[in-house]
């Protein structure tokens, strides 16, 4: 029986966040940014194994105390220059079964929660192509141009935000990541061979940190989850 296995991707220097630590390791309700995601995806009895892809001279992640993870968590220092890459070669490293799940989330989401994650399990090992968490876009959206003036009203009608995880078969995976190098999700590699994978509803809890405000919002949703 095929099993599941996550992999995070965490080879990225965050330059939005205009610090000079990476932004997986800046402090985040005193710990890591990272270590959040890790403690929920090592926590969930479905995931055998959980990956972390690092920058293969990373010389911040022997710094920390990893041991509550065991070997539960494999560090892979194989990261690429982008972060299709980065996940690419985590899979060719972790020598998966093709028709293993595998569920990649990003470091910089450490807001996800254990019923989020058991949400996309729950939906997506039963989908023909995979799944990934997803937000219906509630705000007006704007296009801008050079001068952030608006010049269109864009409709929102149908639109998503895609977050992570986004959980796939090792197999599909591979093959989308290796003819489409340069997407920023991996969903996008995988409708590119023209799939079409399953949304599924999140909350806007599981947002992204990539401005230095997002830490303090961050660490108020971890607190009061508490
Ligand atoms: O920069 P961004 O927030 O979009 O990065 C998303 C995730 O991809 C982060 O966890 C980051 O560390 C990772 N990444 C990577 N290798 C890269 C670039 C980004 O693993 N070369």
Redesign the pocket.
């Known amino acids: 029986m095929s099993e599941i296995f996550a992999l ?5 220097c ?1 330059s939005r966040m205009g610090s000079e630590l990476p ?2 390791y800046l402090q985040l309700a005193g710990q890591p940014m990272i270590y959040h995601a890790l403690l929920t995806l090592c926590a969930s009895s479905d995931v055998k194994t959980v990956f972390v ?1 690092l920058a293969p001279h990373d010389m911040y992640w022997h710094g920390y105390d990893w041991s509550l993870f065991g070997d539960k968590l494999q560090p892979l220092f194989c ?5 299709a ?2 996940v690419l070669n985590g899979l060719m490293a972790a020598e998966l079964e093709l028709d293993d799940w595998l569920l990649v989330h ?3 989401r450490p807001c996800l929660s254990h019923k989020q994650l058991a949400h996309l399990i729950e939906v997506s090992r039963d989908d023909e192509v995979g799944g990934i968490l997803a937000v219906p876009v509630a705000d007006t959206l704007k296009r801008a141009d050079a001068e952030c003036r608006i010049v269109q009203t864009e409709n929102r009608e149908g639109v998503w935000q895609a977050q992570t995880p986004q959980m796939f078969r090792t197999g599909l995976l591979l093959q989308a990541l290796r003819s489409a190098p340069n997407v ?1 999700d991996d969903a996008s590699a995988v409708e590119a061979l023209g799939f079409h994978p399953k949304l599924v509803t999140s909350s806007a809890s599981n947002f ?1 940190v ?1 401005y230095p405000q997002d830490i303090e919002l961050a660490e108020l949703l971890l607190a009061n989850r508490k």
């Open positions: 995070v991707p965490a080879a990225g965050g932004k997986q892809v990261g690429g220059a982008t972060r890459e980065s990003d470091a910089a920023t992204k990539t």
